[in-house]
């Protein structure tokens, strides 16, 4: 026999079930899914300019550089990518920018706005990872920013991070 207590409880796990089968599901992206439909990376960039002094190569943006993909403005998101530290802390880094590929903006002319996302942390990440590959996880917000390394075409605020794994 069934009673009130227990006929509850059914009802309330009932009641729940479908919020947490609604919870959001980030959405996996590449890279390449930052660039706007019809837009091929290879059209991006342009002739450049060697830098003998430097001895690096300085590519030529051309406008498709800072065309963003707005069909992902707002979207939850998961993607992989390297950390370049803005400031880093005590306890890791929170503020960073999501790269590519590793040194990108260090050791090598940044990639275009349209290939770097500007990432604040949920919690600071740890600084001997810094040079692992990671999962950012949050809302993709897509503007045009300038920063000391670069301009960036994306943003995720409060994004969750986890360990790349190959």
Known sequence: MVNRRTTLMLLS???IAPRVALAATA?????DDLLPPGVPYAEIIGEGEMDEANDTWAPIFDENATKLNEELDGAYIKMPGYIIPFDM???GVSNFMLVPYVG?????PPPPANQLVLVSASEPWPRDKLWDAVWVTGTLNTHLQDTSLGQTGYSISRAKMELYEW
């Open 13 to 15: 796990g009932s009641l």
């Open 89 to 91: 802390g005590s306890d």
């Open 104 to 108: 990108a903006c260090i050791h090598t």
């Open 27 to 31: 959405r996996e992206i590449t890279w």
